[in-house]
């Protein structure tokens, strides 16, 4: 796998089933905009983690081991007492995966850097309309969007091109094989994404839906193949793994464990994990799987994701045969909430913007630079088990393709809400066609 880096200077009427999932889909609505927002507004030095002078390292994902399971959290969990971080830390092993290590042709091109050309010729991928599976949160042009220009943006890279998608091909490597999406609405997105990309060519009758509040699953039969989404935001197990009521006051997870996820997802050929934005909210509270008397430790989201992805990366390590398993990590996706990052002195969001940012040296508040040093660091140890699908740069150019205000959760914004965009406009989520089809095109390109 070519090393990876992060570079601040490149910078009709639907089957019930359908329904259903379009149900839970509305439900699991933009998770806490405005205490993003305002945790954008916090100087970085309040969000740095406690530094702390020495370290007891705990080994993760052991919970199956215990004498006593503890008690799975959930929407109604809460901590019997607060204290401060203790200092523990996960302990895994890194890529000691070396028998048999599979060989990674290096890249000639990074496809990650490179520019967006409009191209209304083989752009979009497919209609909106046209996809019976697409999120109301999603469908910006449905809900009263009438400038059709995000649709139609290629990424091109500097050096070279991507594979053309091809849908019959992408088919065929899928066969026999479940692809699951692992992660937060942000890669819910993406799977919405590429079951629309890979719909139109099965039969009605031969594809399926099956609503899953938890695991959603998109079927064809004459693949045998399976196309998944697994809410887990956090990667590992928290109270927030309802994704319909996740909306809470207070954050708490098992820094040590993805055992509850990871029963899940571990027998998926191919994996898609991603989480992010749910680190920018405030304090984590941390209830260790160890811990008896319901005690939580307080950290900041950045040391709260360290711990994490910790936990992830050891799993990774202990149970990825990369011959076998195809494990990818996508990003952080970047938000678009202050217009004056790009437009000096204006004071909107993404609201009414058209076209992309062209400075290629541009970089807004949404991508936390020391984030992905740390998530770069974890990965960087797990080079021959997990491929990076870098869409952060790329993606900070695209500050038309946010939904704003032309979406829907339970019902359509009233007028007054209309009329107000700088509090009501999604500037997190991506519409669709759009931008997360280009990620679907890396994924493609990489497998």
């Known amino acids: ?80 007492s607060t204290v401060e971080y203790s200092g523990k830390k996960i302990a895994w092993r890194g890529d000691s995966w070396q028998s048999g290590r599979r060989r990674v042709r290096p890249e000639s091109c990074d496809v990650f850097s490179g520019k967006w050309v409009f191209d209304n010729v083989s752009h979009p991928l497919y209609n909106e309309s046209d996809c019976p599976y697409m999120s109301d949160q999603l469908a910006c042009h449905k809900h009263g969007r009438s400038d059709l220009g995000y649709q139609y943006w290629r990424w091109q890279p500097h050096n070279c091109n991507l594979k053309r998608w091809n849908v019959k091909e992408m088919w065929e490597k899928l066969r026999d094989k479940r692809l699951m999406f692992v992660g937060d609405s942000l890669n819910r997105g993406q799977w919405i994404s590429m079951v629309c990309l890979l719909q139109s060519v099965i ?71 991603n989480t992010y934005l749910w680190w920018r909210q405030g304090p984590v509270k941390l209830l260790w799987t160890a811990e008896k008397n319901g005690a939580c430790e307080e950290l900041d989201g950045r040391g709260a994701m360290e711990l994490a992805m910790g936990a992830w990366a050891e799993w990774v390590s ?79 150019y695209r500050k038309d393709g946010h939904p704003s205000i032309f979406r829907k959760f339970w019902e359509p914004l009233r007028p007054q809400q209309l009329s107000n965009p700088s509090s009501y406009s999604d500037c997190i989520h991506w519409c669709l066609p759009g931008v997360p089809d280009v990620w679907n095109e890396l994924l493609f390109h990489f497998l």
């Open 318 to 396: 202990s149970k990825v045969d990369p011959l076998k398993k195809r494990v990818f990590f996508v990003t952080m996706s970047p938000t678009h909430l202050w217009s004056r990052e790009w437009k000096p002195e204006s004071e909107g969001n993404c609201y009414g913007e058209k076209e992309p940012i062209y400075n290629e040296g541009y970089w807004g508040s949404g991508s936390d630079l020391p984030t992905m040093s740390t998530v770069e660091k974890i990965l960087s140890n797990l080079s021959s088990k997990v491929s990076v699908i870098n869409i952060t740069q790329l993606s900070e």
């Open 203 to 273: 039969p009605a009758d031969k594809r399926s839906m099956s609503p899953n509040a938890h695991l959603t699953i998109f079927r064809a039969e004459d693949y045998n193949a399976t196309v998944e989404f697994l809410w887990a935001p956090l990667l590992v197990e928290s109270n927030s793994d309802d994704p319909v009521n996740h909306r809470l006051d207070e954050r708490i997870i098992r820094p040590d464990t993805v055992l509850r996820h990871a029963s899940l997802w571990e027998n998926a050929d191919i994996l898609v994990f």
């Open 1 to 80: 796998m070519q090393r990876w880096k992060w570079n601040r200077k490149k910078p009709p009427i639907f089957p019930l089933l359908v329904l259903v999932l379009l149900f839970f889909i509305a439900f699991s609505t933009l998770h806490s905009e405005h205490t993003i927002q305002r945790i954008h507004e916090i100087p970085d030095h309040v969000l740095n983690h406690q530094e702390v002078s020495s370290a007891t390292f705990v080994e993760p994902n052991l919970s199956g081991h215990l004498k006593q399971a503890p008690e799975v959290l959930d929407r109604f969990s809460r901590c019997n």
